[in-house]
C-alpha cells in the first residue's frame, strides 16, 4: 500500500523519544510541529523500575535524540540507550541542585521528581530547547518562541498553584502520599510530606513505616492520605483507616493519565493534584 503524503512529511520530521509521558508533553509543547515526539514509558505505567522490551529498543534505533529526566529516576536508561545504538541523549536536570532523599536506603540521594516544581521545569523546557535547537537549527527561532510561551504558562501556574495553598490551614499542611514524590512541590509552597516510602522503586511497606505514618496521620489530625496512580493505594487506604483519615483519592506524578483522564498533560497534572489535596485537607470533621 502507498504511503500518504502526511506519512512521507511525518517521516522527515527528526524523531525525539523520552523516558515517560511528562517529558514528551513537555518536549512537545516545546517542539511544536517540528519534531516528532514519542515515549518510551506509557501512560498509566511505572517509570522507576521500568524494564524496556525489545520493541522499545527498535523503536529507539531510529530515534534521532533521547530524552531524560536523570537524578537516578531512569535507573534502565544507560542500558537501553546502549542497546539502542549512539543516540544523543540529553538530561534535563543536568546541572540542577536536586533535593535529596532523608532516610531510608536512599538517604542522601537525589530525589529525581522535579518536574513537580513549576519553576524548575522551566529549567526542563530551556534544556529542550537548546537540544532542539542543536538538533533541528532552522526551527531555533520556533523553539524559542514554544518556550518562552510554554514558560509563560509555569509562571502562571506557580502563582495559581502558591495562592491555592496558601489557603489550607498552617496545622493542615502536610501532604501525605504513598510515594515521597512531592519533595520539590512541598518545598516552593510551604509543605511538609510524609509518605510509606522514598521513590516507588523501593515500595514494598514495612511494617514500621506503616506504623510511623499511622502515627503521624493521628497526631496531626491529618483529614486525608493519597496516592499515585501508578502503585497500588491498598497501604494507603489502610492508613487511611486505622488513623482515622479517609482516603483522598489519587494523584498523577510519574506518569500522564490517557487523554481522557483527569492529568493528560502536566499543567492539568498540577491543577489535578494540587485541587484534590485542598478538598482532601478543607475536611472539617478532623
Known sequence: MQKSSTDQV????PEVLTTFTVLADLAQNVAGDRLNVRSIVKPGSEIHGYQPTPSDIEQ?????????????????????????????????????????????????????????????????VDQLEQAFSKLDPAGTEQFKANAVAYKSSLQVLDQELRSALETIPAERRVLVSCEGAFTYLASDYGLEEAYLWPVNAESQVTPRRMARLIQTVRDRKIPAVFCESTVSDRAQKQVAAESGARF???????????????????LKLQRHNVALLINGLADSKR
Open 10 to 13: 511525518s517521516k522527515e520530521k
Open 248 to 266: 483522598g483519592g489519587t494523584f498523577y506524578v510519574d506518569s500522564l493519565s490517557k487523554a481522557d483522564g483527569p492529568a493528560p498533560t502536566l
Open 60 to 124: 529507539a534505533s531510529s530515534a534521532d535524540l533521547i530524552v531524560e529526566n536523570g537524578l537516578g529516576l531512569e535507573l534502565w536508561a544507560r542500558k537501553f540507550t546502549a542497546n539502542a545504538g549512539d543516540i544523543p541523549t540529553v538530561t534535563l536536570s543536568e546541572g540542577m541542585e536536586p533535593l535529596l532523599i532523608d532516610e531510608d536506603a536512599y538517604a542522601g540521594k537525589p530525589n529525581p521528581h522535579a518536574w513537580m516544581s513549576p519553576q524548575r521545569t522551566m529549567i526542563y
